[in-house]
């Protein structure tokens, strides 16, 4: 069965910190990794990972994936409030033309002023 | 214009009756899922329906009936609704094959339909 496992399950920083999130993976036939946001609805999309070693950016976010050891760290640098939400790591898998994106249970990130 | 659309966005009912959740995409994508998102915010996948034929049936209850009419609608319908059917529902849709060198994300999601069994 595929297992995507996140930590920490929650995290409680001020703002400015530095956060690091991890997420590991075991998949049959992995296509990529992404990171979702989740504040109060659905979640909302971050990054896309499909090669190792190579670090996506977007402002103060960025990620990163190694394939060999088979997880994926998301970075937050300069903390706002606004960060505060649930982190969702997700592996994308297929058989075929079958996709199944299989979730982690997420990191809970508040921010505190 | 949204892109996937789900209606009612609250159901609120008791247990033992039976209900549906109506999903809607524009987006000409080919496949439908549904997931189920608990109270501790795991989202886990239910169905995947690709053009009208169910292709991921994730061990759910029988009791969760999903209906696809044609491509662009994939409906959900709960029998004997249950205290731990509470949860909130995201339909979501994608184009197969995916792109993977897409900035976009591979899922487009709804916005939830919130179930409140009591």
């Known amino acids: 069965e595929d297992k995507v496992v996140q930590s920490p399950l929650s995290l409680v920083v001020h703002e400015g910190d530095t956060v690091t999130l991890n997420c590991s993976y075991e998949?049959?036939?992995?296509?990529?990794l992404l990171w979702y946001k989740q504040e109060k609805k659905a979640p909302t999309f971050l990054f896309m990972l499909?090669?190792?070693?190579i670090e996506k950016k977007s402002g103060r976010l960025s990620s990163i994936l190694d394939k060999k050891e088979l997880f994926s760290i998301l970075n937050i640098t300069a903390t706002q409030t606004g960060d505060s939400a649930v982190y969702l790591c997700?592996?994308?898998?297929?058989?075929?033309?079958?996709?199944?994106?299989?979730f982690g249970k997420g990191t809970l990130l508040t921010v505190n002023p | 214009d949204t892109a996937v659309s789900q209606t009612p966005k609250y159901l609120v009912t008791q247990m033992g009756n039976d209900k549906s959740i109506k999903c809607e995409q524009n987006?000409?994508?080919?496949?439908m899922y549904w997931y189920k998102q608990d109270s501790k915010k795991f989202l886990k996948i239910m169905f995947s329906?690709?053009?009208?034929?169910?292709?991921i049936n994730e061990t759910v209850p029988n009791r969760f009936s999903p209906k696809s009419p044609d491509k662009a609608h994939l409906n959900l319908h709960i029998n004997s609704l249950e205290l731990g059917d509470s949860a909130v529902y995201f339909c979501?849709?994608?184009?197969?094959?995916?792109?993977?060198?897409?900035?976009?994300?591979?899922?487009?999601f709804g916005n939830g339909t919130r179930l409140t069994v009591t």
């Open positions: 997700a592996v994308l898998d297929s058989g075929g033309s079958n996709y199944k994106l299989t």
């Open positions: 499909t090669s190792s070693g």
């Open positions: 987006l000409g994508h080919d496949t």
């Open positions: 979501a849709s994608s184009q197969v094959p995916i792109d993977l060198s897409s900035y976009n994300s591979p899922l487009h």
């Open positions: 998949v049959t036939n992995f296509r990529s």
């Open positions: 329906y690709n053009n009208k034929e169910l292709i």
